[in-house]
Structures are given as structure tokens and as C-alpha cells.
């Protein structure tokens, strides 16, 4: 049954020719084939296994059309979405915060306490953000996003350390968050951190994996 797989993988680099991320590329389809063949005991011939290769995962044809419109997408522009959005949950959380500590008004007290009541669910959404920033990059850009997940990890991450480094120093009030900071939560809040890139990293391996 190696010869359906050969042919395939064959078409398949050929059809990439000079993609930068043709080996890659090639090994990933491999897995996925040897999983298929393995799972395959029931065909009697290799035209099944070729048939059932091609339905799993499309022919090499359509396979190279998409790696090639990959290649043409503008991570420019997903990068700076995803800065952009990070820059606007931390705006919005900061001028809430400011708003808190400089206005008595009733509503955003009671705002403030139900956000501080659920620490754990804002960090558990908070890293589903993440997750999907690395998931949509794997997905559009597959293995030629690697680097432009890094970039976009490492700009979009500058709010998070900016304003750790405020609160550390105590440059930001304290009293500012409370009760929500302690020392406990602001260590809790540096591992956190820790965990962002691997959180963002499994999400593009899975965005990457659903891009075939």
C-alpha cells in the first residue's frame, strides 16, 4: 500500500515546486497518509486506498492551489488585528479602572465588583483569546505562519508587560485594583503570562492541523 502514498506525496511535490515550507509540508501529509493506510485494512486494492486517500484529504492538485493562495494572504494584516484587539481589552480595562477610582457612580461600582468577583473566568476567556489568535494563524498561514505568530505574539504581549511592570513598581496604585490584587494574584498573574505563549502555540499547531 506504499505505492498510492509515494505517487501522492510525489504529485504533491511537484506540484509545490518551490514553496518555502515544501518539506514541511510534505511530512505533515505523510503522517496524515500513513494514519489513513493504517486505518485503511479494509480496502481490498489501491485504488480504494488512493480513493480514500484523495476523499480525506483532497487530491495533490487542490492541495498546491491552496498552499500557493496561502502564500498570497496578508499576515500584515492579521497581525495587527490581533495587536489591535489586545490593545483594546486592555484600553477598555484600564479605563474602566480609571473610571472606577475617579467616578462614584453606582452602575460601574456594580460593574466592577461582578468583574472582580470572576477572576478566574476573565483569565480562562482571556487565554481562549490567545488560543484563537495562534489558532487563526495556523489555520490561514499553516507552517509559513511560525514566524509571523512570534511577531504577533511578542507586540501584542507589550500591554500585558507594560502594565505588569506599572503594577510591580507600584507606579499604579494598588488600591486602584482592589480587592482584586494581592500579592498572591500578582504572582498568580506572572505565571499566567508564562503560560500565553504555550496556550498560543497549541492553538496554532490545531489551526494548522485543521488547514488540511
Known amino acids: 500500500m506504499e505505492r498510492?502514498?509515494?505517487?501522492?506525496?510525489?504529485?504533491?511535490?511537484?506540484g509545490l515546486g518551490n514553496h518555502p515550507d515544501k518539506e514541511c509540508i510534505l511530512l505533515e501529509y505523510?503522517?496524515?497518509?500513513?494514519?489513513?493506510?493504517?486505518?485503511?485494512?479494509?480496502?481490498t486494492n489501491e485504488a480504494e486506498v488512493t480513493d480514500r486517500i484523495f476523499t480525506r484529504l483532497g487530491?495533490?492538485?487542490?492541495i498546491t492551489a491552496m498552499w500557493k493562495e496561502e502564500l498570497t494572504a496578508t499576515p500584515s494584516n492579521m497581525k495587527w488585528l490581533f495587536i489591535l484587539l489586545n490593545i483594546l481589552l486592555f484600553g477598555?480595562?484600564?479605563?474602566?479602572?480609571?473610571?472606577?477610582n475617579l467616578y462614584q457612580w453606582e452602575w460601574l461600582s456594580a460593574i466592577w465588583n461582578r468583574l472582580t468577583a470572576i477572576p478566574t473566568l476573565i483569565a480562562f476567556l482571556y487565554l481562549f483569546f490567545w488560543a484563537l489568535l495562534g489558532y487563526e494563524i495556523g489555520k490561514g498561514f499553516g507552517h509559513s505562519g511560525r514566524k509571523l505568530l512570534r511577531r504577533t505574539f511578542l507586540l501584542a504581549l507589550i500591554p500585558n508587560v507594560v502594565l505588569m511592570i506599572?503594577?510591580?513598581f507600584q507606579?499604579?496604585?494598588h488600591s486602584w485594583f482592589a480587592p482584586l490584587l494581592t500579592k498572591t494574584f500578582i504572582i498568580a498573574c506572572i505565571i499566567f503570562t508564562g503560560i500565553l505563549y504555550p496556550v498560543t502555540w497549541i492553538g496554532y499547531r490545531w489551526g494548522r492541523k485543521a488547514s488540511i
Open 166 to 168: 506599572l503594577t510591580v
Open 92 to 100: 477598555g480595562g484600564s479605563l474602566l479602572t480609571l473610571a472606577h
Open 59 to 62: 487530491s495533490p492538485e487542490e
Open 30 to 43: 505523510e503522517s496524515h497518509i500513513d494514519e489513513i493506510i493504517i486505518e485503511s485494512y479494509d480496502c
Open 4 to 14: 498510492p502514498k509515494n505517487r501522492f506525496l510525489e504529485e504533491l511535490a511537484n
Open 171 to 173: 507606579i499604579i496604585p
